[in-house]
């Protein structure tokens, strides 16, 4: 008898069980919307009646949590414990400091609430702004914070019991670093590695390009020893890295390297262990900037918001938010990627919009709006999931609420949406799937922002193997 998730990576991609549900927080908070944030149950089993549909929404019982990612309290780290069971979501917020626990195995198409950390407990342990949530091989969760309790830049750990839910302290034992934001970490290889966003009183208001002058968002990733919980390294990553926000290692436990999304730089940047011991990183994919009139600055980034790798490490996708398109590339080459795929998702520079190109070195032309199933996609493509198998990605449309407002105001009217791509795992490429629609902009309350995605099984980014 074994515990949750899968032995390797390689077992959940040859013979994981198909996606039926996923899991998607949607968000009122910025909206004209007085309704607190909620879990929506997407159904994505073809052969169900409510296939596309939202069938369960779980409110939460607080008003502006900002829900965003979302984690587990057991995955595939924790497989040969079969004491532990996969059975509650982890849902931080991402403004309140508030934690929501969901008990997802009583019913997994109608989660229940089952527990809350308020977040006068956590700013006990001085962290606010909650992101990234891994369960850990011991049976605790992990969950990165990116703000003192004051909301200035911190970037801290912390740990909650597994078994009682309740705050257990904090993870390092070193001086937390300046900013934080995701986290990977491989055990056989006593090693951790973390990226940054900015100083949560800064980016919680909007963007504002002075603030990346100011050295209120980050550039750097930083290495910890795993065993110890201290960090050994930091990587000044430069022009080329800055805001470095999603981070993938491989999904083989045994391996020394990843990738990291540079979003504001719009690079992919390879981290890996040199042979000296040290760890280096090396930029592997450039999206070039877009010269631009009657946007807010001259030249657009793609803002890399997303990134992730199948499970057999052949593939990483990526979304460039405001330009508007996912990509594919072969990594089968570590140190050079393949551009393989490519589908365009909205985006800021469709064809009769505000935003004319005027120099491009990548498209001859603007794309057009994308309309699925009779409705425009609004928004640019954001958080990705991909099957177990690598053959379908799904794609939700909202960032953040209060840089949603700011870059996309027709998101807080008409709502994001959930669109699927088909891929081709083999030879590579991508098609968009249109008899696939989730529009939250027809929610009971009315539009809301879906973030996340998470399969109740486990999936391409929740899980890590020991």
């Known amino acids: 008898m074994s515990g949750p998730g899968y032995a390797s990576p390689m077992a959940a991609f040859n013979s994981g069980d198909r996606e039926k549900l996923l899991y998607v927080p949607c968000i009122y908070r910025n909206t004209d919307i007085e309704q607190p944030d909620y879990l929506a149950t997407m159904d994505v089993d073809p052969d169900s009646a409510t296939y596309s549909q939202v069938i369960h929404r779980l409110p ?49 198409r109608a989660p229940r609430l089952d527990k809350t950390i308020e977040p006068e407990k956590i700013k006990d342990v001085n962290i606010t702004a909650l992101h990234t949530a891994h369960c850990l091989a011991d049976g605790n969760i992990m969950i990165s914070g990116m703000g003192d309790k004051d909301g200035n830049g911190r970037g801290s750990y912390l740990i909650v019991d597994g078994k009682t839910f309740e705050v257990a302290g904090t993870w390092e034992k070193s001086e937390p670093p300046k900013f934080g934001y995701d986290f990977w970490y491989q055990p056989r290889q006593n090693v951790m590695v973390s990226s940054e966003w900015g100083t949560p009183n800064k980016f919680w208001h909007g963007f504002n390009p002075a603030h990346v002058a100011e050295g209120h968002y980050g550039r750097s990733l930083h290495v910890w020893d795993w065993k110890e919980k201290k960090e050994i390294q930091e990587i000044d990553l430069g022009e080329d890295g800055l805001i470095p926000l ?14 990291v999304a540079a979003a504001l730089a719009s690079n992919i ?53 405001l330009h508007g398109d996912i990509r594919q590339y072969d990594i089968t080459d570590r140190e050079k990627p393949k551009l393989t795929g490519q589908v365009w998702i909205g985006g800021s520079i469709t064809k009769g919009g505000a935003v004319k190109v005027t120099e491009d070195s990548e498209l001859t032309e603007q794309p057009e709006p994308l309309v699925v199933k009779g409705k ?12 177990l198998d690598g053959t379908r990605l799904y794609v939700t449309t909202s960032l953040y609420s209060t840089w949603d407002k700011q870059f996309y105001p027709g998101l807080i009217k008409h709502g994001a949406m959930a669109l699927k791509i088909d891929v ?28 996340e995605m998470r399969y109740p099984g486990g999936d ?7």
């Open 60 to 108: 939460v019982p607080n008003m502006g949590d900002e829900l965003h990612h979302s984690g587990w309290n057991a995955c595939s780290s924790c497989h040969g414990d079969c004491t532990r069971e996969r059975n509650r979501l982890v849902l931080p917020g991402l403004y309140s400091g508030r934690v929501y626990f969901v008990d997802t195995a009583s019913d997994p």
């Open 376 to 387: 425009t996609v609004h928004g640019g493509p954001q958080m990705i999931q991909l099957s």
């Open 460 to 466: 391409c980014t929740s899980d890590i193997w020991c």
């Open 246 to 259: 999603e981070l993938r290692f491989l999904h083989n436990p045994d391996a020394t390297q990843g990738y």
């Open 424 to 451: 081709d795992h083999v030879n590579g490429g991508m098609k968009l799937d249109e008899n696939f629609l989730v529009d939250f902009g027809e929610e009971p309350h009315g539009p809301a922002l879906a973030h």
């Open 269 to 321: 940047i390879r981290f890996y262990k040199a042979d000296d011991g040290k760890w280096a990183v090396q930029k592997v994919i450039d999206v070039p900037g877009k010269k631009v009139e009657g946007w807010a600055l001259p030249a657009m980034p793609a803002l890399i918001t997303d990134c992730l790798l199948s499970l057999d490490d052949k593939y990483i996708y990526f979304s460039n938010w």
